[in-house]
C-alpha cells in the first residue's frame, strides 16, 4: 500500500511541479494567481508525501509540520487567486488583510507544537503490518482548522454568488471553480470526520490544484472565447460564409443559410446559391464593394466583403465572405436626404434648401439674367377659418401645383414659410401680364368650395448675384407694400427708392423714444373758429424738430408709427401736452378747447378711455376741453367694443370728433349710431373732385344732415374767403385752415389768440 500510494504522490508532486513552471510562462492575467496556488500546493502534498513513507517519528513529524503549515500557504494562495479570478472590469476587490496576520499567526503556533505539543501529538499505528504515524488533535489544530474552514467558506460563499450573478456565458467559468472546490472541501470534510488511519487527504488538494489550472488556464478560456464567438457570429446581421483554399464552403451562419436558402447538409449548394443572387463574386481578393441588385422590380443594396485568411507562415488557409443587406439603411438615408430638403405638405424645395441652390446658380451662372419671386397669399387665414385646415392645406398644394405647371426647368422653387413661396426664374421668362392674368382668376376648388385665391408676388431682379438670397427675398417681400389695390394689383417690383424709404423707417424708428424724452416733438395748433371767425379751439398738429433731419411735419413720420405701432408712443405724449397747455390756459383764464388725434392704432394697443381719464384728471382739466378726433376707421373693426369706448369717453365729459369725415368709407348711415359730437368735414375730397357744383351738394347735405343730427360741422382746409362764406351760408358751424392759420407753435397761437380770441 505504502509504495501504490508513493506513486500516485510521486506523480502529483510532478504534475504540480508541472503546472507551476506552465503558468510561470503562461502570459494570462490570471497565471500568476495560479503559479502561487500551485506552488503553495506542493508544500502540505510533500508534507503528506513525507507523513506516508515515514517510519520514523521524527520524519512524521516533519511531514506533518509541513502539512499543516502548507494548508496556511494554500488558503492564502487561494484568497489571492480568487481575488484575481473574480476581478471583472475595473472593479477591484480587497482581501481582509487582518486574515494575513491571522495566518501568519497560525503558522507560528504549529511551529511552537514542537516546544509545547498544544496542536497534535503523534502516535505509532500498524496497518496492513506496516507502521504509519497517525496525529491526535489538541485544541491548538482545532484553532488551525476553524480559521481555515471559515476562509475556505467565505472563498467557496464568494464564488457561488459570482456563478448567480454573472451573464450567461461567464457562468460556467465560476461554476466549474466552485464544483472543483467543492468536492475538495468534502473529500477534507470525510477525511476529518472518518478519522481514516492513514491521511491521504492531500490527493485530493493535489488534483485541485491541476484542475484548478487546467479550468482556469486552458479550458475555460477557448471554451468561453468559442462560445461568445459563436453567438456573436451566428447572430450577425450580415451573412457570413467560410471557405476552404478550394472555394468549398465548410460553414455559414444563420444569415447566410437563410440568403442561400441551403439546409445545414448542403453547403456545397453554397456557391451556386451565390452566383443565382449576386452574380460572380470574386474571392480571391479581400475586398468590398457595394452592389445594387433589382430583383422582382425592386431594389436592394448590398454591401459584400471578402477577406482571404492565411496563417503565420503565410499559408492560404481559406476565404471568409460576408454580405450585408443595406437596402433599408440606403432607402432611410435616401427618404432623409428627401425629407431634409423637401416641404412635406408641397413637396417643394424647403427654404433652407432653395436659398442654397439658388446661390449655387446665382454664382455659376452668372450670363443669365434672373429674377427672385416673393409669393404671398393674401388673408389666408380666412381660408383656414371659412373652410377649415383641410382644404387651406389643399390650398397651398394647389399653389405649389401652379408654380411648379408654370415654371420651365431653368427655375428654382421652394416654399419658403407658411403662406409664402420662393421662385428663381429667368427674367426673360415670364411675362408679367400673363402672370397677373392667370393669378387675377387664381381659383381654388376642391369640388365642395371654390375659393379665390389672393396672391401677390414681389419681384426683385438680381443685380448683385453675390449678395444674400435671404437679403434678395426680403426686397422682393418688401414690394409688396407698394400694392395699393390689393385685387387689381398683384404683382409688384422692388425699387431702390423702397429700400430708401424703408432705410428712413428704420432710421425715425430708432429715434423715436430718444426724441420724445428730449422734446423734440412738439404740437403745433391750428385755430378752429366759428362762423363770426372768433377763435374758438385749436387742433393740436405734431411736428418734430430734429436736431439732425430737421423740422419734420406728420407725413414724414406718422405713416411709419401708424405702420409699426410707435404711434401710441407719440400720441400719447400729445395728449399730455395738450393737458399741460389747457391746465396753463386754466389758470391764466383762457376758455379755448384742443383736439387731440386718435390713431386706429392706439385703441388696438392700449386702453384710450382709462389713459384719456387718467391724464386729465392728472392736470384737473375740464375733459370737454380735450376734444378726441378719431377717424371712421376706429370703429370699422370691433365696431361694437369701440362704440362702447367712446360712449364711455362721452359720458365722462370729452367731445369726441369724426375726423376726416367723407375721405374713407364713411356713409352718412353710419351716423346714425355713432356716439360723435363734431362731424370734421374733408375739405380736401372737395377740391378734387371736377363738378364744383355737384361737390357742394354733398357738402351741403352733410352739413345739412348733421345739423338735423345735433351734430356739430366743421370744415377742414378751408382756404379761401369765398370758401369760408360760402361755408357759412351752409350752416357750417366752424372751420379750420390755411385761411385763418397754418399751424403754430403754442406761443404764436397764444398771441393770436389776443387778436382773435
Ligand atoms: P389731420 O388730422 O387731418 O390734420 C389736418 C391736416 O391738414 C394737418 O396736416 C394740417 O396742417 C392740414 N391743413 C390744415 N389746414 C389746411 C388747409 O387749409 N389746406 C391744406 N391743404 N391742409 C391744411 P399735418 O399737420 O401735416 O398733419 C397731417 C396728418 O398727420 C393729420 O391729419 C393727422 O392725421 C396726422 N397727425 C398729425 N399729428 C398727429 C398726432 O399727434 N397724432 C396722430 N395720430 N396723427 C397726427
Ligand atoms: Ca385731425
Ligand atoms: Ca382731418
Not at 429715434?511 to 416733438?521: G, H, N, T, Y
Not at 344732415?705 to 357759412?728: H, K, P, Y
Request: aromatic content about 12%; proline content about 3%.
Amino acid at each position: 500500500m505504502r509504495n501504490n500510494i508513493s506513486v500516485i504522490y510521486i506523480i502529483l508532486i510532478c504534475a504540480l511541479t508541472v503546472c507551476v513552471i506552465s503558468a510561470k510562462r503562461s502570459k494570462q492575467r490570471i497565471s500568476n494567481a495560479v503559479m502561487m496556488l500551485c506552488a503553495s500546493l506542493l508544500i502540505p502534498v510533500i508534507g503528506n508525501f513525507i507523513i506516508i513513507i515515514s517510519e520514523t517519528k521524527p520524519y512524521a513529524k516533519l511531514g506533518y509540520y509541513l502539512y499543516f503549515m502548507g494548508v496556511d500557504f494554500l488558503i492564502v494562495a487561494l484568497m489571492y487567486f480568487a481575488k484575481v479570478y473574480c476581478r471583472t472590469g475595473e472593479v477591484k476587490h480587497k482581501e481582509p488583510k487582518f486574515l494575513y496576520v491571522l495566518f501568519a499567526a497560525d503558522v507560528i503556533q504549529i511551529m511552537i507544537n514542537y516546544f509545547a505539543g498544544h496542536v497534535f501529538a503523534l502516535e505509532k499505528l500498524e496497518v496492513s503490518g506496516l507502521d504509519y504515524y497517525n496525529f491526535t488533535p489538541r485544541l491548538g489544530l482545532t484553532l488551525h482548522r476553524i480559521l481555515v474552514y471559515a476562509v475556505l467558506a467565505c472563498i467557496i460563499a464568494i464564488f457561488a454568488v459570482m456563478t448567480v450573478k454573472m451573464p450567461r456565458v461567464y457562468r460556467g467559468r465560476y461554476a466549474i471553480i466552485l464544483v472543483t472546490m467543492l468536492i475538495v472541501a468534502l473529500w477534507q470534510t470525510f477525511y476529518v470526520v472518518a478519522r481514516i488511519p492513514v491521511n491521504t487527504s492531500m490527493i485530493g488538494y493535489g488534483f485541485f490544484g491541476i484542475c484548478i489550472f487546467y479550468f482556469s488556464l486552458i479550458y475555460r478560456p477557448h471554451r468561453l472565447l468559442d462560445s461568445m464567438l459563436t453567438d456573436i457570429v451566428s447572430d450577425m446581421p450580415e451573412a457570413l460564409f467560410v471557405f476552404d483554399p478550394n472555394k468549398k464552403c465548410l460553414w455559414a451562419n444563420e444569415e447566410g443559410i437563410r440568403v442561400t436558402g441551403v439546409d445545414i447538409q448542403e453547403f456545397e449548394l453554397v456557391n451556386e446559391r451565390l452566383r443565382e443572387t449576386f452574380g460572380s463574386l470574386d474571392s480571391d481578393n479581400t475586398y468590398k464593394q457595394n452592389r445594387i441588385i433589382v430583383a422582382d422590380g425592386n431594389t436592394f443594396y448590398y454591401n459584400i466583403e471578402t477577406r482571404v485568411v492565411r496563417d503565420e507562415s503565410d499559408v492560404l488557409t481559406g476565404y471568409v465572405l460576408s454580405i450585408r443587406d443595406t437596402t433599408e439603411e440606403q432607402l432611410r438615408m435616401k427618404r432623409d436626404i428627401y425629407n431634409a430638403i423637401h416641404d412635406s405638405l408641397t413637396g417643394l424645395y424647403t427654404c433652407e434648401y432653395l436659398y442654397e441652390r439658388i446661390s449655387e446658380r446665382l454664382a455659376s451662372n452668372v450670363s443669365e439674367k434672373y429674377s427672385l419671386v416673393f409669393l404671398e397669399i393674401k388673408n389666408f387665414k380666412i381660408v383656414n377659418d371659412l373652410f377649415g385646415k383641410s382644404f387651406g392645406d389643399y390650398a397651398l398644394k394647389e399653389v405649389a401645383d401652379w408654380i411648379r405647371a408654370n415654371a420651365n426647368g431653368k427655375c428654382l422653387y421652394g416654399r419658403l414659410a407658411g403662406v409664402n413661396f420662393g421662385i428663381l426664374i429667368p427674367r426673360s421668362d415670364y411675362s408679367v401680364k400673363e402672370i397677373d392674368n392667370m393669378l387675377s382668376q387664381f381659383v381654388v376648388s376642391d369640388g365642395n368650395f371654390d375659393y379665390h385665391l389672393l396672391i401677390h408676388l414681389g419681384v426683385y431682379k438680381v443685380t448683385d448675384e453675390d449678395s444674400d438670397v435671404q437679403v434678395m427675398f426680403d426686397r422682393a417681400q418688401l414690394s409688396l407694400s407698394t400694392i395699393v389695390d390689393e385685387y387689381k394689383t398683384h404683382v409688384a417690383f422692388y425699387n431702390e427708392e423702397l429700400r430708401r424709404k424703408m432705410l428712413w423707417d428704420q432710421h425715425i424708428s430708432a429715434q423715436l423714444v430718444e426724441a420724445i424724452s428730449e422734446r423734440q416733438l412738439c404740437p403745433y395748433l391750428q385755430p378752429i373758429v366759428d362762423t363770426s371767425g372768433r377763435v374758438v379751439g385749436a387742433e393740436a398738429l405734431v411736428r418734430w424738430i430734429n436736431p439732425v433731419d430737421g423740422f419734420m411735419p406728420p407725413g414724414k413720420f406718422i405713416p411709419v408709427f401708424e405702420k409699426n405701432g410707435m404711434i401710441v408712443e407719440v400720441d400719447r405724449y400729445m395728449w399730455r401736452c395738450a393737458c399741460e397747455i389747457l391746465a396753463r390756459w386754466k389758470a391764466s383764464g383762457i376758455d379755448k378747447f384742443i383736439s387731440v388725434n386718435i390713431s386706429p392704432k392706439d385703441f388696438y394697443i392700449i386702453d384710450v378711455r382709462s389713459e384719456l381719464n387718467a391724464l386729465v384728471s392728472e392736470y384737473g382739466v375740464d375733459p370737454a376741453k380735450l376734444r378726441i378726433e378719431i377717424t371712421e376707421t376706429v370703429v370699422m373693426n370691433d365696431a361694437e367694443d369701440r362704440m362702447k369706448v367712446l360712449s364711455d369717453l362721452r359720458a365722462a365729459g370729452f367731445i369726441v370728433e369724426m375726423d376726416d369725415f367723407g375721405s374713407g368709407y364713411s356713409s352718412l348711415n353710419m351716423l346714425k349710431d355713432m356716439p360723435v359730437d363734431v362731424l370734421k368735414i374733408d375739405m380736401k375730397f372737395l377740391s378734387s373732385t371736377e363738378d364744383e357744383v355737384r361737390s357742394q351738394k354733398i357738402i351741403r347735405n352733410i352739413i345739412r344732415l348733421s345739423n338735423d343730427l345735433d351734430i356739430m360741422s366743421l370744415t377742414e382746409g378751408v382756404e379761401t374767403e369765398a370758401q369760408f362764406r360760402m361755408l357759412s351760408e351752409m350752416n357750417c358751424n366752424m372751420f379750420q385752415g390755411y385761411y385763418f392759420s397754418q399751424p403754430i407753435p403754442v406761443e404764436e397761437f397764444e398771441e393770436y389768440l389776443k387778436k382773435n380770441g
